[in-house]
């Protein structure tokens, strides 16, 4: 979501929070503005769309000053346009702001009461306009800041600015991540320690509730009740997330051809490749004694989580419950005893899977997470982590952490197998043997890129796709839908290829693309059967198999990408490369921004 940056320097600011603004593109955004001060005075500087127009304003009209704070912002109220995009100010004061307002119609509407004018469509002003009003009254910044504080209700993080203190910065913390970045003589406010990494690695993150007053000479937190709090200050690993895209066109393009090398990483922390057994890793989790494991994650990471549960249900006899987390904790869902629960997050800071978390916390049952940031607010929140080792993945639509969340559940149904019973030693090894090859597998899937894209080109013409699968390739058949849509803006829809002629068969003709993810195992010739239903009614099939498959097939009007051969355990991880090829190729040929698609965002911080 929206990105906060700020920084009370030694030099000024604009471009450092700029540059920092840049790392922050991962997290989606429609507009973008930095504020500084100079001598006494607030100045700033907006643009709707991308920072480089924002970079064109500040080379037409730069900004002075060693204060400053800035802001990506993604739209929730009012248009994306300059108006609209941060820092917004009243009078003296400077506001940035990420998350939602809830309470703000009430706010807008007393303040106006008090003359106060509002000049944007956003909830975002009104908190300028409270602190504004608080300074009025007399109150010094910081208490101003905290009474306006105390009137807000949602989840927002915030950074404000004083006009008349160029040495103050107060950042607040409900929800949206916030981490203080500590300089010597120089002191940081951010959104993600990635914005922050050229400028420092010592790092603390506030916690729901906090409030800092930042001044060149440090920081000092407090709680919503006004009392000084401690929180640990670390050092942050986000120095390694400095990364560009290389030879590669985009930054999707270089994650997916990074799988092999990451969930190689990812497959090494959890299982041992040499005894062909499963790593004696940490887990909250005692797989033998539950009867029931809860997962919970939203987008990508639940169709992890979907295949996860055909896993641990199939290998380790595990009952699973899994939802997409902005249901879960409202559809009430009794917690029974001797269960435990699972959040996957790929920033670990997804609102709706932190709240889904908070409520079987609550139940007082273990909680563990799959996360590609270890020090996120889920993390820090779980009683264990099971760590991807995907690297910072920058493109909005997620490819290498979706293969290396997939490539942990392989590993847990392994771990959960043996802990329960249900698999022999011999079982295990067989199925490490089989992960090991993964890598491999994938690399021979690479080198399939160029028919894919050949095939994409086609794809790139149509409006409508659907997608097929069974088994485990039925959530990868919705994840593929969801890859083309997101990039792509084609409209896509992923079903259980026995669901086709409950409806979706309807929809069928020559114009409609049906993509079949079917690898020559033991359900091969039903998926077959439901290919031809497509044939019958002149639909235009393209088949993702293996040789096998592709020579038990005899249909007219059908593409077919040849996959390597692979064990049916591990299909879902290698089957996952040609439906992301097929998506980025296919917007590639459309010309969309691929790795920041419009109307989305990395990091969904609010609900």
């Not at 997470?369 to 996120?376: T, W």
């Not at 969801?482 to 929809?507: D, F, N, V």
């Amino acid at each position: 979501m929206c990105g906060i940056v700020g920084i009370l320097g030694s030099a000024p600011v604009a471009p450092l929070i700029v540059d920092a603004l840049k790392r922050l593109e991962y997290r989606g955004y429609d507009s973008a503005g930095v504020a500084t001060i100079e001598n006494g005075h607030l100045d700033r500087r907006r643009a709707e769309g991308k920072l480089r127009n924002l970079e064109q304003c500040l080379q037409n009209a730069p900004l002075a000053g060693t204060i400053g704070i800035g802001h990506t912002r993604w739209a929730t109220h009012g248009v994306p346009n300059e108006t609209n995009a941060h820092p917004h100010f009243s009078g003296d004061v400077a506001v940035v702001h990420n998350g939602i307002i809830e309470n703000f119609v009430e706010l807008r509407d007393e303040l106006a009461a008090d003359g106060y004018e509002f000049q944007t469509q956003t909830d975002t002003e009104v908190v300028a306009h409270l602190v504004a009003r608080e300074l009025k009254k007399g109150q010094p910044p910081e208490q101003a800041a905290f009474a306006a504080l105390k009137r807000l209700k949602g989840a927002f993080a915030l950074a404000i600015m004083f006009g008349r203190d160029d040495d103050l910065i107060i950042g607040a913390r409900n929800g949206p991540p916030l981490a203080v970045g500590y300089g010597e003589g120089e002191m940081f406010l951010g959104s993600d320690a990635i914005a922050l990494a050229p400028f420092t690695d010592a790092i603390t993150y506030l916690e729901d509730g906090d409030w800092v007053v930042l001044r060149r000479s440090g920081a000092h937190i407090y709680n919503m009740e006004g009392e000084p709090v401690e929180r640990p200050r670390q050092q942050s690993s986000a120095t390694a997330f400095l990364v560009d895209k290389g030879n590669h066109r985009h930054f999707m393009e270089k994650e997916i051809h990074e799988q092999p090398e990451v969930i190689s990483h990812t497959l090494a922390n959890y299982l041992d490749f040499a005894t062909g057994g499963v790593k004696l890793f940490e887990t909250p989790i005692d797989f033998a004694k539950i009867d029931r494991l809860y997962i919970s994650a939203c987008g990508t990471a639940y169709l992890a989580g979907l295949i996860g549960k055909y896993w641990l249900e199939r290998y380790a006899r595990l009952p699973v419950d899994i939802d997409i987390a902005s249901e879960f904790r409202y559809r009430e869902l009794p917690i029974v005893p001797n269960s435990a629960a699972l959040f996957v997050s790929q920033s670990g800071e997804t609102a709706d899977t932190l709240a889904s978390l908070r409520y079987c916390k609550n139940a007082g049952i273990p909680i563990a997470a799959i996360v590609n940031v270890r020090d996120s607010t889920i993390a820090r929140e779980s009683n264990g982590i099971f760590p991807t080792l995907a690297g910072p993945e920058i493109g909005v639509a997620s490819t290498k952490a979706f293969t290396c969340q997939l490539s942990i559940f392989a590993s847990l149904a392994i771990r959960a197998g043996l802990d329960r019973g249900t698999l022999t030693r011999e079982d295990a090894a067989a199925m490490v043997r089989s992960l090991s090859e993964v890598p491999g597998l994938i690399r021979d899937a690479l080198k399939l890129e160029s028919r894919i894209e050949a095939i994409a080109r086609k794809l790139s013409e149509v409006r409508h796709v659907l997608y097929l699968g069974r088994d485990t390739n039925y959530p990868l058949a919705l994840e593929g839908a969801l890859k083309l849509k997101e990039i792509s803006y084609i409209h896509a829809e992923g079903y259980a290829a026995g669901e086709l002629k409950h409806g979706p068969i309807a929809l069928i003709d020559k114009h409609m693309p049906v993509i079949v993810l079917a690898p020559s195992d033991r359900i091969f010739e039903k998926t077959v059967s439901n290919m031809q239903e497509v044939a019958a009614r002149g639909g235009r099939i393209i088949l993702i198999t293996d040789e096998e498959g592709a020579s038990r097939t005899s249909l007219d009007n059908i593409e077919t990408i040849i996959m390597p051969k692979v064990p049916e355990f591990v299909a879902p991880i290698v089957y996952a490369l040609p439906i992301q090829l097929l998506a980025y190729h296919t917007a590639v040929a459309m010309g969309t921004d691929v790795d920041q698609p419009r109307n989305l965002a990395k990091s969904v911080t609010v609900e």
